[in-house]
């Protein structure tokens, strides 16, 4: 079946303008993560998502940083006036329920670059 | 402050000897471990977890060890392949399951 899609695979964009990240979770998994890896540094977390709880967004790493899931389901990722130290790549990933030992199934990441 | 740290950015390893890779963690409350895998241009995938109640989880070439006292674990795999060569994160969780903390990574490269 369909994994874990992200859109765009590539974005390069300008200092101070407003990007959206896309994510399509697996069909069927209701938790749905965000997390972010910068050069040379592991995967950091940002957000999460469980059904229709309200979303985790303690790794937010400043307001500038907001998420929605629509349904249950896509999920976007909204960074506005974006900064050089946005660049990095941002990974979604997907499981099944809202247990550790669930498996998460990550997509291949949006790779944002900010001139 | 990074909780779970991979100290070394790479590891080379002839093929069919073994590859071992470690990871450090600082948070005591941590007791759920993963590790991951990742080619260039993919997301992760899961490779290979163990729970705080064991200290080593088998599966094929792969071997995970947890040392709860030194807060330590280490991700064995043996015999290495070149189709190994990648980077292996490993991540850990703790009481609230919705976060889970990934160390930098460490690059395997397996030479044939």
């Known amino acids: 079946g369909a994994g874990v899609s992200q859109s765009p695979s590539n974005k390069v964009t300008e200092k101070g303008k407003d990007v959206e990240l896309r994510c399509d979770p697996i069909s069927g998994h209701t938790a749905l993560y965000w997390y972010r890896q910068s050069l040379g540094q592991g995967l950091e977390f940002l957000i999460y998502?469980?059904?229709?709880?309200?979303?985790?967004k303690s790794g937010l790493p400043s307001d500038r940083f907001s998420a929605e899931r629509t349904g249950g389901s896509v999920s976007t990722l909204t960074i506005q006036r974006t900064q050089q130290e946005d660049s990095a790549v941002y990974l979604c990933?997907?499981?099944?329920?809202?247990?550790?030992?669930?498996?998460?199934?990550f997509g291949p990441g949006t790779r944002l670059l900010v001139l | 402050d990074q909780q779970v740290k991979q100290n070394s950015p790479s590891l080379s390893v002839q093929e069919g000897r073994i590859s071992i890779l470690n990871c450090d963690y600082t948070?005591?409350?941590?007791?759920?471990f993963l590790w991951y895998k990742k080619y260039p241009a993919e997301g992760p995938t899961f490779l290979i977890s163990i729970s705080s109640i064991k200290d080593k989880n088998e599966d094929g070439r792969f071997t995970v060890f947890l040392n709860k006292s030194a807060k330590h674990l280490s991700l064995h795999i043996v015999p290495s392949q070149p189709g190994d060569s990648a980077v292996y994160f490993c991540a850990a969780s703790g009481d609230n399951f919705n976060k889970f903390y990934f160390g930098s990574g460490t690059k395997l490269n397996v030479k044939p």
């Open positions: 990933a997907s499981s099944l329920a809202r247990l550790a030992q669930e498996t998460q199934y």
């Open positions: 998502f469980q059904g229709n709880s309200a979303p985790d």
């Open positions: 948070n005591s409350m941590f007791d759920y």
